[in-house]
């Protein structure tokens, strides 16, 4: 049984920075894709970033230059480092890991920015 806790999240002012992190149990983190995807009310749950297990990333267009994933195996956590935040960011961040045709998912962390 994995496990994904989120944390990192908070209220910002636009233009500052959070990093979240999300921190798994259980088995196959290293050869697992881990992703960071978001929700805000009233729209879709859609993916923000994604890293393999061979550390090729992938971002959606919206974030490109301004977030950051990585991963740290021994520590069995992703991170995402979010810079130059904007009011637009506003939404609950949750962790993903995709591992042998098995998904799981983190409870969410919410992110808010606004002035």
């Known amino acids: 049984q994995v496990q994904l806790a989120e944390s990192g999240g908070g209220s910002v002012q636009p233009g500052e920075s959070l990093r979240l992190s999300c921190a798994a149990s259980?088995?196959?983190?290293?050869?697992?894709?881990m992703s960071w995807y978001r929700q805000a009310p009233g729209k879709q749950r859609e993916l923000v970033a994604g890293?393999?297990?061979?550390?090729?990333?992938n971002y959606a267009d919206s974030v490109k230059g301004r977030f950051t994933i990585s991963r740290d195996n021994a520590k069995k956590t992703v991170y995402l480092q979010m810079n130059s935040l904007k009011v637009e960011d506003t939404a609950v961040y949750y962790c993903?890991?995709?591992?042998?045709?098995?998904?799981?998912w983190g409870q969410g962390t919410q992110v808010t920015v606004s002035s």
């Open positions: 993903n890991m995709l591992r042998v045709g098995l998904v799981s």
């Open positions: 890293i393999n297990s061979g550390g090729s990333t």
């Open positions: 259980g088995m196959f983190f290293s050869i697992s894709t």
